[in-house]
C-alpha cells in the first residue's frame, strides 16, 4: 500500500471518536495501514498534539472492538496523529494546513498522496472541497481522494449541485461516498452465500420468488441527532440510501451471480429498471409513520413529537415503507417490500425471500444483515408424530465465522488502496433521488397520510395492508400468534433462533 496523508476533517467529533480511530487502530494492528503513514486531525478547538493523540487513546480504550492493551502498539500508531486548527470557512487556513501536511510528507519522506476525509455536516461539504482546491491542497504529484459520509443531499436538486461542486475539486474517481451498509461483511459476501445456499437447496433454483421483503428496524428514537433528523426522516436518512443499497445489492446477485468488476454497472442498472411512481398511484405504494409513545423493553418511551429539539407539530417521518417493483426480466412480476423506522419492536435488519410453494406454510431463505448474520432456509415440513401437521423447520445454511469486521475498517481500507467497489457511485446516487423526489414532493403536498403509531410496535398498521393486499404479510414480526394457531398453517410468524 501506498504512504498517504489521511487529513480528517470533523477530527473532534463523535464519528471519528465512534467509528474512525477504532477503525484505523484495527487496521494498524492487522497491519493494513501504510508503513508510512501520517493523520492531521482539524477541528476548531484549540489542541496540543499531546492533547489529541490522548483523545484518540480514549477512544480507543472506549469504542475499539480490540483490547488496547499493549502500550507500546498504541504508542506507535498514535506517533502518526498531529492535530491543527482549522475553521472550514477561513481560507487562510487552509493555507496553514498545506504547509503542516508538506512539512509532514518532507519530514517521513513520502510521495504526497492524500485523502480528505470530511466527518463533518453536508452543509461544508462544499464548502472544504473548494478552499481544498484554490489553496493547492489538491494539487500533488501523487493521488487525492475526497471521502464524504451521507446525506449526498437532501433532494434531486441539491444532491446535483452538490456533486457540482465537488467536481470542481476532484473527479469522480477520486469521490469515495460512504454508505457504511456497503461496507457490512454479510452485504459484501451476499451474492456468495446466497448462490452456495441455493446450492444446498437446488430445488430453488428454478422456483418462482413470490416477493422480497427488506427491513431495517431499530428500537432507538431520535436521540441528539434532532436537530438533521427533523429535516432528513426516515425517506433521506434510510430509505434512499441504505435500504436502495441493499435493493441493488441483492437484485444484482440473482438469477446470476455477480462479479465484483460488474457491481457498479449492474447497480446502476438495477436503479434505472425500478419502476416510477406518479402523483396519482403514490398512496398505494407508500406509507409514512411517526412513532408515538410507548414501551421500549420495558421502559416507557415519549412519543417523536416529545423528544427533545422537535417542534410539536413536526410531521416528520420517522417510519416508511414501499411497495417496488423492477422492469427486469426475472424480477418483474415479484414485488419487493422495503421498510425502515425508529422506536420499532427489535433492531434488525434482514431480507427474506419468500418461494412459490403449496400449502399454509411457506419457503423462505433468510438473510441476516444484523445484528445476528447469516442465511437460513426455512422449510415447511410435516411433523414425524402428526403427519397431517406441518410444521417450519429452519437450517443455517451459511454464517460469517470470522470475526466480524466493523464497516468502516473495511471501506477506509478500500478508500485507501482506490478500491471503490463498495462506495456510491454518482449515477447510483442520482438515480436513487430521482426514484424518490416524487415520493417527497408527495411528502410536501401531504398527500401520503402520517400515520402515528405507538413505540415498541412494527410500525403503522397500514404497512401491514401494504402487503395484505397483495395476500402476503410481514414475515417475523411477533404479534401475538399464539403456538396452537402455528399449528393450524394460520400464521404470521414463527420465532426462532440463530
Do not use: C
Request: charged content about 25%; overall charge negative; proline content about 4%.
Amino acid at each position: 500500500m501506498e504512504p498517504a496523508t489521511f487529513v480528517l476533517f470533523g477530527a473532534t467529533g463523535d464519528l471519528a471518536k465512534r467509528k474512525i480511530y477504532p477503525a484505523l487502530f484495527q487496521l494498524f494492528v492487522d497491519q493494513k495501514l501504510p508503513s508510512s503513514f501520517s493523520l492531521i486531525g482539524l477541528g476548531r478547538r484549540e489542541l496540543s498534539h499531546e492533547t489529541f493523540q490522548s483523545n484518540v487513546e480514549q477512544s480507543l480504550i472506549t469504542f475499539s472492538r480490540s483490547e488496547v492493551k499493549d502500550a507500546d502498539v498504541v504508542k506507535k500508531f498514535l506517533r502518526a496523529f498531529r492535530y491543527h486548527v482549522l475553521d472550514v470557512d477561513r481560507k487562510e487556513d487552509y493555507t496553514k494546513l498545506l504547509r503542516l501536511v508538506e512539512e509532514r510528507e518532507e519530514e517521513l519522506n513520502i510521495t504526497p498522496n492524500r485523502m480528505f476525509y470530511l466527518s463533518v455536516g453536508p452543509e461544508f461539504f462544499e464548502t472544504i472541497a473548494t478552499n481544498i482546491h484554490e489553496s493547492g491542497l489538491g494539487s500533488v504529484d501523487g493521488w487525492k481522494r475526497l471521502v464524504i459520509e451521507k446525506p449526498f443531499g437532501h433532494d434531486l436538486e441539491s444532491a446535483r449541485q452538490l456533486n457540482h461542486t465537488l467536481n470542481q475539486a476532484f473527479d469522480e474517481p477520486e469521490i469515495y461516498r460512504i454508505d457504511h451498509y456497503l461496507g457490512k461483511p454479510m452485504v459484501q459476501r451476499m451474492g456468495q452465500l446466497l448462490h452456495s445456499a441455493l446450492w444446498e437447496q437446488a430445488d430453488l433454483r428454478t422456483r418462482s420468488i413470490t416477493n422480497i421483503q427488506i427491513s431495517a428496524n431499530e428500537t432507538l428514537g431520535v436521540e441528539e441527532r434532532a436537530g438533521y433528523y427533523d429535516h432528513a426522516g426516515a425517506i433521506r436518512d434510510m430509505f434512499q440510501n441504505h435500504m436502495l443499497q441493499l435493493l441493488m445489492m441483492l437484485t444484482i446477485e440473482l438469477p446470476n451471480r455477480s462479479s465484483v468488476d460488474e457491481v457498479g454497472k449492474l447497480k446502476r442498472k438495477i436503479m434505472k429498471s425500478l419502476m416510477s411512481l406518479n402523483k396519482m398511484d403514490i398512496t398505494q405504494h407508500v406509507v409514512r409513520g411517526q412513532y408515538g409513545a410507548g414501551e421500549i423493553k420495558g421502559e416507557q418511551v415519549v412519543g417523536y413529537t416529545d423528544e427533545l429539539g422537535i417542534a410539536v407539530d413536526s410531521q416528520n417521518d420517522t417510519f416508511i415503507a414501499a411497495k417496488l417493483r423492477v422492469d427486469d426480466p426475472f424480477w418483474k412480476d415479484t414485488p419487493i417490500y422495503i421498510r425502515t423506522g425508529k422506536r420499532l419492536k427489535e433492531k434488525v435488519t434482514r431480507i427474506v425471500i419468500e418461494y412459490k410453494s403449496k400449502g399454509p406454510l411457506k419457503d423462505l431463505l433468510i438473510v441476516e444483515i444484523g445484528p445476528n448474520e447469516g442465511i437460513f432456509f426455512q422449510r415447511s415440513q410435516s411433523d414425524k408424530e402428526r403427519s397431517d401437521v406441518e410444521m417450519p423447520v429452519r437450517s443455517q445454511l451459511s454464517f460469517m465465522k470470522e470475526s466480524v469486521k466493523d464497516a468502516y475498517e473495511t471501506l477506509i481500507h478500500d478508500a485507501l488502496l482506490g478500491d471503490k467497489t463498495y462506495f456510491a457511485h454518482w449515477d447510483e446516487v442520482e438515480l436513487s433521488w430521482e426514484w424518490v423526489q416524487p415520493i417527497l414532493y408527495a411528502y410536501q403536498d401531504n398527500l401520503i397520510p402520517l400515520h402515528i403509531y405507538p413505540a415498541g410496535s412494527y410500525g403503522p398498521h397500514e404497512a401491514d395492508e401494504l402487503l395484505a393486499r397483495d395476500g402476503f404479510h410481514w414475515w417475523f414480526d411477533f404479534k401475538n400468534v399464539s403456538n396452537n394457531d402455528s399449528t393450524k398453517g394460520d400464521i404470521h410468524t414463527y420465532e426462532y433462533n440463530t
